[in-house]
């Protein structure tokens, strides 16, 4: 049987302690700020007994299953071949079994991954990171449920479109320039989801486990949530709005913001305005000053500038998520 107090030492495609660090999927060390490699032993066996205990059926096969997959040479791509795998001590037949009998308690293992040591900011805040990633299966055409999901560079550096199945992924980071980050979290789209409702009940499941693991308490720095252009930001920020959370997402560079409303006069006619001037991303004379300026020096891209701008927001119509609203909320960034 599968032994959740023995951690197996990784080959190029798995997880695990090796002498210079953790091993990451890619194969590449990766250097923990844990120097203590008893600790981080512990840790990893810790987690392999909670992993071991989240399997209700067929556990010792699963179990043998999970070490084959990572410590595999390779990519795998045969069902056969993991039995072979040395970590593997069972015959063939496992494998069968792990796959069809096995069964997995989602929620206890969501836990277990949220009380694990994670990955933090320099200045000790939690960074969680979303992206929708989707595994291709242009050629499994009796899968239910594919949706197209867009590619580049997989012909001619074309940008394609092929079916396959959307996956909503939840990681924690760190600071600094490392391959290394901890899942947390992954989620299915079915046809039709809304990926902004989905990535928000996602993340506050996620954030409510960390909340239970200690992993953020009351006076710890809000948590940072990082999306990319495809998402939604004002929508996924006011889905979140009740949470210790700050939402922080590149926008599209033809976006127009709004400023504050102006203070209404006392007798001046008509209703009181909403929204201020424009903010053309495109146009740098509707910007104005900044609220904060920083300069910093780079070894590879010279001298970089950031500005920011406070209290911007977008003008909210009766469109796409926002067509059954009633009275458009006004969601100012901080």
Same mark, same amino acid.
């Given at each position: 049987?599968?032994?959740?107090?023995?951690?197996?030492?990784?080959?190029?495609?798995?997880?695990?302690?090796?002498?210079?660090?953790?091993?990451?999927?890619?194969?590449?060390?990766?250097?923990?700020?844990?120097?203590?490699?008893?600790?981080?032993?512990?840790?990893?066996?810790?987690?392999?007994?909670?992993?071991?205990?989240?399997?209700?059926?067929?556990?010792?096969?699963?179990?043998?299953?999970?070490?084959?997959?990572?410590?595999?040479?390779?990519?795998?791509?045969?069902?056969?071949?993991? &039995?072979? #795998?040395?970590?593997?001590?069972? %015959?063939?037949? *496992?494998?069968? !079994?792990? @796959? /069809?009998?096995? $069964?997995?308690?989602?929620?206890?293992?969501?836990?277990?991954?949220?009380?694990?040591?994670?990955?933090?900011?320099?200045?000790?805040?939690?960074?969680?990171?979303?992206?929708?990633?989707?595994?291709?299966?242009?050629?499994?055409?009796?899968?239910?449920?594919?949706?197209?999901?867009?590619?580049?560079?997989?012909?001619?550096?074309?940008?394609?479109?092929?079916?396959?199945?959307?996956? &909503?992924? #939840?990681?924690?980071?760190?600071? %600094?320039?490392? *391959?290394?980050? !901890?899942? @947390? /979290?992954?989620? $299915?789209?079915?046809?039709?989801?809304?990926?902004?409702?989905?990535?928000?009940?996602?993340?506050?499941?996620?954030?409510?486990?960390?909340?239970?693991?200690?992993?953020?308490?009351?006076?710890?720095?809000?948590?940072?949530?990082?999306?990319?252009?495809?998402?939604?930001?004002?929508?996924?920020?006011?889905?979140?709005?009740?949470?210790?959370?700050?939402?922080?997402?590149?926008?599209? &560079?033809?976006?127009?913001?709004?400023?504050?409303?102006?203070?209404?006069?006392?007798?001046?006619?008509?209703?009181?305005?909403?929204?201020?001037?424009?903010?053309?991303?495109?146009?740098?004379?509707?910007?104005?000053?900044?609220?904060?300026?920083?300069?910093?020096?780079?070894?590879?891209?010279?001298?970089?500038?950031?500005?920011?701008?406070?209290?911007?927001?977008?003008?909210?119509?009766?469109?796409?998520?926002?067509?059954?609203?009633?009275?458009?909320?006004?969601?100012?960034?901080?």
């Amino acid at each position: 049987m599968g032994d959740p107090d023995v951690t197996p030492e990784p080959n190029n495609n798995g997880w695990g302690v090796h002498s210079t660090g953790w091993f990451v999927n890619s194969g590449n060390p990766v250097t923990l700020s844990i120097t203590d490699r008893a600790g981080a032993r512990g840790d990893l066996s810790a987690f392999r007994r909670k992993l071991y205990h989240c399997v209700t059926t067929r556990p010792d096969a699963v179990f043998e299953l999970v070490d084959a997959v990572l410590c595999a040479d390779g990519p795998v791509r045969s069902l056969p071949e993991l &039995s072979l #795998v040395a970590e593997h001590r069972p %015959g063939h037949g *496992s494998v069968y !079994a792990a @796959l /069809d009998r096995g $069964r997995i308690d989602v929620d206890r293992l969501r836990r277990a991954l949220a009380a694990v040591p994670l990955p933090r900011a320099a200045d000790g805040r939690v960074v969680l990171a979303v992206d929708i990633t989707c595994w291709l299966r242009p050629e499994a055409h009796t899968c239910p449920q594919r949706i197209l999901g867009h590619t580049y560079g997989r012909a001619k550096n074309t940008h394609q479109m092929i079916p396959g199945w959307p996956f &909503s992924v #939840v990681c924690a980071l760190e600071t %600094g320039r490392s *391959s290394w980050t !901890a899942p @947390l /979290d992954a989620v $299915r789209l079915a046809p039709g989801d809304d990926a902004a409702e989905v990535t928000a009940a996602q993340l506050r499941s996620v954030i409510g486990n960390l909340i239970i693991a200690g992993q953020w308490r009351p006076g710890d720095p809000e948590i940072w949530v990082i999306a990319d252009a495809g998402y939604d930001r004002p929508r996924l920020a006011f889905l979140l709005a009740e949470l210790p959370v700050r939402v922080l997402a590149r926008m599209r &560079s033809d976006r127009v913001l709004r400023r504050p409303a102006p203070p209404w006069l006392p007798g001046t006619k008509g209703r009181p305005p909403r929204h201020g001037g424009e903010f053309v991303f495109g146009d740098p004379t509707t910007w104005g000053e900044p609220a904060t300026e920083t300069r910093t020096e780079t070894r590879l891209y010279g001298p970089t500038r950031a500005r920011s701008w406070d209290r911007l927001h977008p003008r909210l119509t009766h469109r796409s998520s926002w067509v059954a609203a009633g009275k458009h909320p006004i969601i100012e960034a901080p």
